[in-house]
């Protein structure tokens, strides 16, 4: 997760990647599950982290 979470800070300026490819990169096949997982673990969504909205 922790890897998921630099993934995120770092496309949020190049935007490279969209959550459900980092879902992906790090194990995930189900984007819903990892959304889900992320949420439980850092207490904010990987789309809102990768919007910035997470401040």
């Given at each position: 997760m922790s890897i998921a979470r630099e993934l995120?800070?770092?496309n949020r300026k190049t935007r490279n990647m969209n959550v459900s490819?980092?879902?992906y990169?790090?194990?995930f096949n189900?984007?819903?599950y990892f959304t889900r997982?992320?949420?439980r673990q850092?207490?904010?969504t990987p789309?809102?982290?990768l919007n910035g909205d997470d401040t």
């Open positions: 995120i800070l770092k490819e980092i879902a990169e790090v194990g189900d984007s819903k997982c992320f949420t850092f207490n904010v789309s809102s982290m």
